[in-house]
């Protein structure tokens, strides 16, 4: 999983490794093969320890080890520094950067760590400039789906399926799900999507306005 970012053609998947709890080997058995692999800052420790080569190392570099900088940049790591006084997290400078090479982008590792960096996560993954981008984070025991138009789930009948609406409302139809909801609004400062049920193991939904965030429980 090191192809190039500059090889020519996009890469269907990216796979943006985050500084928080390291990935477990489970997840990295489930990356898709010919991954393009991007660490964000101390993520470059953990896509060295896990056996992957990142092919980008992106951010301040104030949390990663020397000795992870020194091996991937023998490995052909192209890294990009930016201060340390800067606007945007280093997730999200990263995010930027998969966004541009993929049509996917799978984040691991965010999970952990303090709690305002996940939340500061979480809302920059469902930001509208990825509104083009299928992306999701797997997070421990739950995966984080950001839902801009359509989208069919994967997950197993029964799983514990929440919906929230971050920014904006959200106007959404789904189907699959234990409660469906037909042409209707979340609120974004309301829990009314907490708790539905996977009915299906492919749920789908169909979001006319804004953006929704399913978070879907593994067992």
């Not at 896509?47 to 301040?60: I, K, R």
């Not at 997070?139 to 929230?164: D, I, Y």
């Not at 789904?174 to 309301?190: F, Y």
Request: charged residues 20%.
């Amino acid at each position: 999983m090191a192809r190039s970012p500059e090889s020519g053609s996009a890469a269907a998947t990216v796979v943006v490794v985050a500084g928080g709890d390291s990935p477990t080997p489970a997840e990295i058995a489930r990356l898709p093969a010919n991954s393009v692999v991007v660490a964000a800052d101390a993520g470059l420790d953990h896509a060295l320890a896990a056996g992957l080569t990142p092919a980008v190392a992106v951010g301040d570099m104030d949390s990663v080890s020397p000795e992870a900088l020194v091996a991937a940049e023998q490995a052909g790591t192209r890294i990009e520094r930016h201060p340390a006084d800067k606007d945007q997290t280093d997730l999200e400078l990263a995010l930027e950067l998969a966004a541009r090479l993929a049509d996917r982008v799978i984040v691991i590792g965010a999970a952990g760590g303090r709690l305002d960096h996940l939340i500061g996560n979480l809302a920059v993954l469902a930001s509208p400039r990825w509104a083009g981008v299928e992306i999701e984070a797997w997070l421990g025991n739950a995966r984080a789906v950001v839902v801009h138009g359509q989208r069919t789930l994967e997950t197993e009948p029964g799983a514990a399926v929440s919906l929230f609406a971050l920014g904006a409302p959200a106007r959404l139809t789904t189907t699959g799900l234990a409660w469906p909801l037909n042409d209707e609004v979340l609120e974004p400062l309301a829990s009314r999507g907490v708790s539905n049920r996977a009915t299906t193991a492919t749920p789908e939904l169909s979001v006319t306005e804004g953006v929704v965030v399913v978070i879907i429980l593994n067992g």
